[in-house]
């Protein structure tokens, strides 16, 4: 079945810091490299290496990098519903990564640049959206845009990065809603400092109505939450020990693999193994695109995984 991401492209222009710096801080970058990111482009490359049909919905500028497109069809990637905005230019993100961390500011562009939802519904995206098994979205473009294609979604995955606050229709349509710590503080008001801090907030969000919860809590693993009927289960699935060299777009690598295991079967438990082997895999190498595993690897990398725990 096929994944269709709606999302964000940028170009990332990363500098390699000994460390991030403090408010006012300058530090000296060892390095500086661009590549194609954004986290709608890296979730449909996610999703296409984790094995998954994928189709992308995006905006671009009139300033595209040539390799932009070649690129993503090199991954497997559809790019019919890629349009170009006139006298935009595409997105751009300022990314500053020190010893596995990162810190990040991105300048929209065209990404905020779309029709209305008249015109939305008269283009191919709309076709795309309304047959796909899943449709994912990302919050780097209109909160608008999201709900237009959550409301024509069959299956509707929603990763609210970065966080903003959302229309209560859109939160009830996310199966899962995919957010990490901060993310989930964000709609729940309280800090989360453990596996336990994130069950119990993520079981609230699911008592609020929003069907199911995927909660990234980066190298403690990941909780998830669903609605059964009258009642709420869930579980906590620990992630490998590996160092990390690069945790850039390491939850748009989860995303994606989490979006193909859902698109192949509803076993929520069972895609959040597949995802977390894929981000485990994601983050030793640097970058996004090239850094993420092909469906091979993810799959041999789930017999690395610790054992996964029933939470309640
Ligand atoms: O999630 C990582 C991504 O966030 C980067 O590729 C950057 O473009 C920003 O969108």
Redesign the pocket.
């Given at each position: 079945m096929t994944v269709v991401v709606l999302g964000?492209v940028?170009r990332?222009v990363v500098c390699e810091v000994s460390r991030l710096p403090s408010p006012g801080e300058t530090v000296l970058a060892s390095g500086t490299r661009t590549n194609l990111?954004?986290?709608g482009?890296?979730q449909a490359v996610a999703a296409a290496k984790a094995g998954a049909l994928v189709e992308f919905v995006a905006r671009i500028g009139e300033d595209p990098d040539p390799s932009l497109r070649k690129s993503l069809c090199e991954y497997g990637v559809g790019i019919e519903a890629v349009r170009e905005v006139p006298g935009a230019r595409t997105?751009t993100?300022y990314?500053t990564v020190a010893a596995g961390e990162n810190q990040?500011v991105?300048d929209p562009g065209a990404n905020f640049h779309w029709e209305t939802e008249a015109e939305l519904d008269a283009s191919v995206a709309a076709e795309l959206i309304a047959t796909a098994g899943v449709v994912v979205a990302q919050l780097?473009v209109p909160v608008r845009v999201v709900a237009w294609a959550a409301g024509r979604a069959r299956r509707f995955i929603l990763n609210a990065?970065p966080a903003r606050e959302l229309p209560t229709d859109l939160l009830h349509r996310c199966d899962p809603l995919i957010v990490n710590e901060s993310e989930l503080a964000t709609f729940t008001g309280t800090a989360v400092t453990s596996p336990r801090d994130a069950f119990d907030q993520a079981r609230l969000l699911c008592a609020r109505g929003v069907p199911a919860v995927v909660a990234t809590l980066g190298a403690a693993g990941s909780v998830w939450v669903r609605r059964a009927g009258a009642t709420v289960i869930g579980g906590y699935q620990p992630a490998p020990e590996i160092r990390s060299a690069d945790s850039?777009?390491a939850?748009?690598a989860y995303v994606g693999a989490l979006a193909t295991a859902l698109a192949e079967s509803d076993d929520l438990p069972a895609g959040v193994a597949f995802a977390t082997a894929a981000a485990a895999l994601a983050v030793q190498s640097p970058g996004?695109h090239a850094a993420y595993p092909t469906r091979d690897r993810i799959t041999a990398a789930l017999a690395t995984l610790p054992p996964a725990a029933r939470l309640d």
């Open positions: 964000s940028n990332d990111g954004g986290k482009s890296n997105g993100a990314i990040i991105v780097e990065a850039t777009g939850g748009d996004t």
